[in-house]
T-cell receptor, first 113, second 116 residues
Framework: GENVEQHPSTLSVQEGDSAVIKCTYS??????FPWYKQELGKGPQLIID?????GEKKDQRIAVTLNKTAKHFSLHITETQPEDSAVYFC????????????FGAGTRLFVKA | DSGVTQTPKHLITATGQRVTLRCSPR?????VYWYQQSLDQGLQFLIHYYNGEERAKGNILERFSAQQFPDLHSELNLSSLELGDSALYFC???????????????FGPGTRLTVL
């Protein structure tokens, strides 16, 4: 069935370092790949997304890359700050009549000051 | 604040009972999605409604049902509750129409359900 694998499950970095989270998806028809940040006690919040016709997208300190051939996409956070500490989820979905979004299991990011 | 509201914030009930969770989407959003988040299962897609019609279904149990009303708010009904149904239930909304190939979803704060 459809599946999204996310690695690592936990990531600890020093403030100012970069963090990379990787995901692979199984459904080749997936065409939209959002990334969400979830802080304690809150709902997931979209931080960046990429569509299947784009290979890379950047927004200030965060960037996402997509390799459709390998069915692989990654989140890159540069110059990490303590407020980046949260759980990050990747997801894959495909359009059409309805949207079924499959989430990865999440990565808990700790940024040490 | 995403603009999506969910009530109640917390719900404690007993096994075998039935509960209703409510979601109001962002103004102008026609699509509503329900997700279950438990410790061991992550975020699981349950169901998608667009303008009152069911459009996509995930691994939603038969004991669970949902609907979207003409004013676009949605309710998720959980019946014959079991201990394993204890989880956070999130609602999300988007402007997505049926023909779009992507959708940006905005999540509500969630309802924490505890089944004792």
């Amino acid at each position: 069935g459809e599946n999204v694998e996310q690695h690592p499950s936990t990531l600890s970095v020093q403030e100012g370092d970069s963090a990379v989270i990787k995901c692979t998806y199984s459904d080749s028809a997936s065409n939209y790949f959002p990334w969400y940040k979830q802080e304690l006690g809150k709902g997931p919040q979209l931080i960046i997304d990429i569509r299947s016709n784009v290979g890379e997208k950047k927004d200030q300190r965060i960037a996402v890359t997509l390799n459709k051939t390998a069915k692989h996409f990654s989140l890159h956070i540069t110059e990490t700050q303590p407020e980046d500490s949260a759980v990050y989820f990747c997801a894959a979905s495909k359009g059409g009549g309805g949207f079924k979004t499959i989430f990865g299991a999440g990565t808990r990011l700790f940024v040490k000051a | 604040d995403s603009g999506v509201t969910q009530t109640p914030k917390h719900l404690i009930t007993a096994t075998g009972q039935r509960v209703t969770l409510r979601c109001s989407p962002r103004s102008g959003d026609l699509s509503v999605y329900w997700y279950q988040q438990s410790l061991d299962q992550g975020l699981q897609f349950l169901i998608h409604y667009y303008n009152g019609e069911e459009r996509a279904k995930g691994n939603i149990l038969e004991r669970f049902s949902a609907q979207q009303f003409p004013d676009l708010h949605s309710e998720l009904n959980l019946s014959s509750l079991e201990l394993g149904d204890s989880a956070l239930y999130f609602c999300a909304s988007s402007v997505a129409t049926g023909g779009r190939s992507y959708n940006e979803q905005f999540f509500g704060p969630g309802t924490r359900l505890t089944v004792l």
